[in-house]
T-cell receptor
Framework: DSGVTQTPKHLITATGQRVTLRCSPR?????VYWYQQSLDQGLQFLIQ???????AKGNILERFSAQQFPDLHSELNLSSLELGDSALYFC??????????????FGEGSRLTVL | AQSVAQPEDQVNVAEGNPLTVKCTYS??????LFWYVQYPNRGLQFLLK??????LVKGSYGFEAEFNKSQTSFHLKKPSALVSDSALYFC??????????????FGKGTSLLVTP
């Protein structure tokens, strides 16, 4: 158990809809990362937050947004969903912003299916 | 851009035999390299990392990795494979993605199948 909690584990929705994925990082970790895993694209970095502030953006679509709350949990919002958004979405956390050399701790993911 | 490549989609090995999962990197400066494992329907689990120092890094579950600067490689190894090692393995490199943000860039993954 990594200590990172993601909900929901599975989500099925229709095209055009909006969903919210939630992540609770490991106790004490200030940095949260979101990744998307799909068969064709592999693991893609989406966005990073540190102590409530956005710090880095990767291949995140404009239809997607995220935030990190004062209690350090994070939410990833996906809107105007398309079939191609079906994927496994991972949250990961670490203690530091990035100046450290430590690893990321991953949750078990939220599997999104868009029909 | 900091990137890694995993040239093999799948590696098959018999139980008890040594295994190697290959990774090469493309990095400007000193690389920070990682190996992760993903079991079916699970998240990624950290195995080991290379930051600096000894080129042979030991990690979890008996795995080790050899950093080779001249060949820009960071291959994952285990002396004696177990059936339970069957999983998806990812190599990753730390990359700066903004003035103050870092992320791990992952390879496409290598599926390891260990047969009894």
């Amino acid at each position: 158990d990594s200590g990172v909690t993601q909900t929901p584990k599975h989500l099925i929705t229709a095209t055009g809809q909006r969903v919210t994925l939630r992540c609770s990082p490991r106790s004490g970790d200030l940095s949260v990362y979101w990744y998307q895993q799909s068969l064709d694209q592999g693991l893609q970095f989406l966005i990073q937050y540190y102590n409530g502030e956005e710090r880095a953006k990767g291949n995140i679509l404009e239809r997607f947004s995220a935030q990190q709350f004062p209690d350090l949990h994070s939410e990833l919002n996906l809107s105007s969903l398309e079939l191609g958004d079906s994927a496994l979405y991972f949250c990961a956390s670490s203690a530091y912003l990035g100046g450290n050399t430590g690893e990321l701790f991953f949750g078990e993911g939220s599997r999104l299916t868009v029909l | 851009a900091q990137s890694v490549a995993q040239p093999e989609d799948q590696v098959n090995v018999a139980e008890g035999n040594p295994l190697t999962v290959k990774c090469t990197y493309s990095v400007s400066g000193n690389p920070y390299l990682f190996w992760y494992v993903q079991y079916p329907n699970r998240g990624l689990q950290f195995l080991l990392k290379y930051i600096t120092g000894d080129n042979l890094v030991k990690g979890s579950y008996g795995f080790e990795a050899e950093f080779n600067k001249s060949q820009t490689s960071f291959h994952l190894k285990k002396p004696s494979a177990l059936v339970s090692d069957s999983a998806l393995y990812f190599c990753a490199v730390r990359a700066a993605v903004s003035n103050s943000g870092y992320a791990l860039n992952f390879g496409k993954g290598t599926s390891l199948l260990v047969t009894p």
